[in-house]
């Protein structure tokens, strides 16, 4: 399984990438402006840091808006993957995108039949959020396992990106449902390396190697 990292921050991405976690990038509107940054600049730098996808989200509510702005983004990079929103409209840009060959990923995903129809349209990567499920009661996971059952039955190669990851279970249940990326926030990644034992096992193993010394 692919990690992405879900962050604007170049620095988190660095530290992402110097670990061998940034398999790609995904950012939103809400992302880059914690950043605070010019939205192409911020994007620019990421693909420089990262070799691999880059998603970068539309603002444009209607297709023809979001057609413009993705040409204009994809300018920046060709690792640069537009970000549409999973509405009528958007599936109307994704299906124009995909014949000029630029990659899209459809987001906001909240139903495996909203997932069908973005790979229907040609999108390269879907995004269910499963946090944002989790928080109304909902379970986000099954969502996932969902679209990973119809995606296999029709061959689609559309790529799962599970979003909106709140904990080191969500990775962990991700790849058990067998989605091929996990876009995951820096604090969560950070969790998913540490574990007690280990602390406490290096703790011991310098304490003994001290004793060998007197
Ligand atoms: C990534 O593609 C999504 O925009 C992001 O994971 C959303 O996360 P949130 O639900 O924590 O805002």
Redo the contacts with the bound molecule.
């Keep these: 399984m692919k990690f992405f990292i879900?962050t604007a921050n170049v620095d988190e991405i660095r530290e992402a990438h110097a670990m061998g976690m940034a398999d790609g990038v995904?950012t939103?509107p809400?992302l880059i402006a914690k950043e605070g940054r010019v939205f192409e600049e911020v994007i620019q730098e990421i693909c420089e840091i990262v070799d691999g996808p880059i998603?970068a989200e539309v603002i444009s509510l209607e297709a023809d808006g979001m057609v413009k702005e993705a040409r204009e983004l994809a300018k920046i990079h060709p690792n640069v993957v537009i970000?549409v929103p999973m509405t009528v409209d958007g599936l109307k840009a994704t299906r124009q995108l995909a014949a000029e060959n630029i990659k899209t990923n459809v987001?906001l995903i909240f139903s495996p039949l909203q997932a069908l129809m973005a790979a229907k349209a040609g999108a390269s990567y879907v995004?269910p959020?499963v946090?944002?499920l989790d928080d109304l009661s909902s379970d986000g996971m099954l969502l996932v396992e969902q679209i990973a059952e119809i995606f296999a039955n029709y061959a689609f190669e559309t790529e799962i990106?599970v979003?909106?990851?709140?904990n080191p279970l969500h990775v962990l249940d991700s790849a058990l449902a067998g989605a091929d990326i996990a876009?995951i926030p820096f604090n969560v990644l950070s969790k998913l390396a540490a574990h007690p034992l280990t602390d406490k096992g290096i703790k011991a193993f310098m304490a003994d190697w001290e004793k060998t010394k007197k």
Excluded at 163 to 166: E, K, N
């Design positions: 879900d995904t939103n809400s998603s970000k987001t995004s959020f946090g944002r990106i979003a909106s990851i709140r876009t």
